[in-house]
C-alpha cells in the first residue's frame, strides 16, 4: 500500500507503525504532546478528518505532534488501543493516555481538542472550577459560562451520583447529546438500579424479546448499552441484533 502523501514537515506529522510506536509516541510523549490518529484508506470520515487534523497541528509550531496510524497495517497499535471504530484520535501526554475522540469532527472542535491539550496553557477561571468539581464551583462555573457543555456534564454526573436524577437529566437537557450525555442520562433514567456486570447480559437478552414493540424496553435496552460503553466487546454485537429485531 503507498505511503500517505506527507503534507507538513515530519516534526509536525508523520506516520508510525507498530515497531516504531514506542520510540515515535510513548517517547516523544515525555516532552511534547502527541495526538494519535487512527485511519485507514478505505475510511471516508478518516479522508474528511485528517487534513483538518494535520492542518490544526501545524499551526501549533511543533508544540504538538500528529502521528498517524494505518490500522490495516499496524493491527497491535489498533489492539493496543482498543479502537471499535475509526477514525479514533487519542491523544498521549507524559507517556499516559490524555483526551480523545471518535468520528469525524468539524475543524472548530478540532482546534478546540488541540488547543485543549497544548503545554503551558494558561486555565480559563471556568477550568478552573471544573477542575476543582464540586457543586458549589460547578455552579460558579455556570454562572460564568451558563451553555459550557463540559460543566453541565461534570454536574449532571455529580447529580445523579447523589441519587438527583431529575436534576441531572434537566441539566441534560441543556446540550447537544453525545456519548457522555448518553452515559449520564442512562444512569440518572435508572435511577442507579441497574443490573450487576455479571447480570447485565441476561437482562439484555430478555429485553431484546420485547424491544420490537415497548418502547420502555427498548430505552432500557439503549441505556444498558450506554453504560456499557462503546469498548466493551458485547456492545456491538448487542446493537447488530437490537436493529435486526427492530427492522
Known amino acids: 500500500m503507498a505511503a500517505r502523501e506527507q503534507l507538513y514537515p515530519d516534526y509536525v506529522t508523520f506516520d508510525t507503525t507498530d515497531a516504531t510506536f514506542q520510540t515515535d509516541v510513548l517517547e516523544r510523549s515525555l516532552t511534547t504532546p502527541v495526538i494519535v490518529d487512527l485511519w485507514a484508506p478505505w475510511c471516508g470520515p478518516c479522508t474528511t478528518l485528517g487534513p483538518i487534523l494535520e ?18 497495517e499496524n493491527p497491535q497499535i489498533s489492539q493496543a488501543f482498543k479502537a471499535q471504530s475509526i477514525p479514533a484520535v487519542h491523544s498521549i501526554i507524559d507517556g499516559k493516555l490524555g483526551p480523545g475522540f471518535v468520528g469525524a469532527r468539524p475543524e472548530s472542535e478540532v482546534r478546540e481538542f488541540v488547543q485543549s491539550i497544548l503545554p503551558n496553557r494558561e486555565q480559563t477561571e471556568v477550568e478552573k472550577l471544573r477542575e476543582i468539581g464540586d457543586e458549589e464551583s ?3 462555573a455556570l454562572e460564568l459560562e451558563p451553555a459550557d457543555e463540559l460543566t453541565i456534564c461534570d454536574l449532571a454526573e455529580l447529580y445523579a451520583g447523589d441519587g438527583r436524577f431529575e436534576e441531572s437529566l434537566r441539566l441534560l437537557d441543556r446540550v447537544p447529546e453525545s456519548t457522555d450525555t448518553r452515559r449520564i442520562a442512562a444512569y440518572a433514567r435508572s435511577e442507579g438500579r441497574f443490573p450487576t456486570d ?26 444498558l448499552l450506554e453504560l456499557l460503553g462503546p469498548e466493551d466487546p458485547r456492545t456491538a454485537g448487542f446493537r447488530r441484533q437490537l436493529t435486526s429485531r427492530l427492522f
Open 55 to 72: 492542518k490544526v497541528v501545524a499551526e501549533t509550531d511543533g508544540a504538538v505532534v500528529l502521528v498517524k496510524v494505518n490500522v490495516d
Open 138 to 140: 460547578l455552579l460558579a
Open 198 to 223: 455479571e447480570s447485565i447480559t441476561d437482562r439484555l437478552a430478555i429485553l431484546l424479546e420485547q424491544v420490537k414493540g415497548d418502547d420502555d424496553a427498548r430505552r432500557e435496552f439503549l441505556d
